[in-house]
């Protein structure tokens, strides 16, 4: 039986969609001891790249400034045909600018509201922003699934 793997995967625009709209991104880097280690982060979509801030100091960082290698996935669906996921695998870069930072978590503020540091202008943001840095992930291989493509057949 060939495989459905074409059938199911997220078109480029439904890929765009997807991440728009989505929430929670899980990251993953390379720990010291050959571990993965993984992270959920809020993320945003700037000049269509996934983009996120975190501190400076933070396991993850430690990680990509060893390993620059990177893997994210965003999910949703509880019932199997429910099911849709992105994978991207790829390279970090890391962005030390603050005023970059501050700018970044501003655009994060206007997505998820509730933040618990002012981040409603990149000015108010920029004293959080001295402690963090910026994250941009530069696919290398997506791949991507949505079940409700079968069509109940699994």
């Given at each position: 039986?060939?495989?459905?793997?074409?059938?199911?995967?997220?078109?480029?625009?439904?890929?765009?969609?997807?991440?728009d709209e989505g929430w929670?991104?899980?990251?993953?880097?390379?720990?010291?001891?050959?571990?993965?280690?993984?992270?959920?982060?809020?993320?945003?979509?700037?000049?269509?790249?996934?983009?996120?801030?975190?501190?400076?100091?933070?396991?993850?960082?430690?990680?990509?400034?060893?390993?620059?290698?990177?893997?994210?996935?965003?999910?949703?669906?509880?019932?199997?045909?429910?099911?849709?996921?992105l994978v991207i695998r790829?390279?970090?870069?890391?962005?030390?600018?603050?005023?970059?930072?501050?700018e970044v978590m501003s655009?994060?503020?206007?997505?998820?509201?509730?933040?618990?540091?002012?981040?409603?202008?990149?000015?108010?943001?920029?004293?959080?922003?001295?402690?963090?840095?910026?994250?941009?992930?530069?696919?290398?291989?997506?791949?991507?699934?949505?079940?409700?493509?079968?069509?109940?057949?699994?």
């Open positions: 039986m060939p495989s459905r793997r074409a059938s199911i995967a997220l078109t480029a625009e439904e890929q765009e969609q997807f991440l929670t991104l899980q990251v993953a880097t390379n720990g010291p001891g050959g571990f993965p280690h993984l992270a959920p982060m809020w993320y945003v979509m700037i000049d269509g790249v996934i983009t996120f801030t975190t501190f400076g100091k933070s396991q993850k960082i430690l990680n990509l400034q060893r390993d620059p290698h990177i893997s994210v996935m965003l999910e949703t669906g509880q019932a199997y045909e429910e099911l849709r996921g790829g390279t970090a870069e890391v962005d030390t600018d603050v005023q970059t930072t501050a655009v994060v503020a206007n997505k998820y509201r509730g933040l618990p540091i002012p981040t409603d202008t990149p000015e108010a943001a920029l004293p959080a922003a001295a402690k963090r840095v910026t994250v941009r992930v530069r696919p290398e291989r997506v791949y991507s699934w949505d079940h409700g493509k079968l069509g109940g057949r699994y």
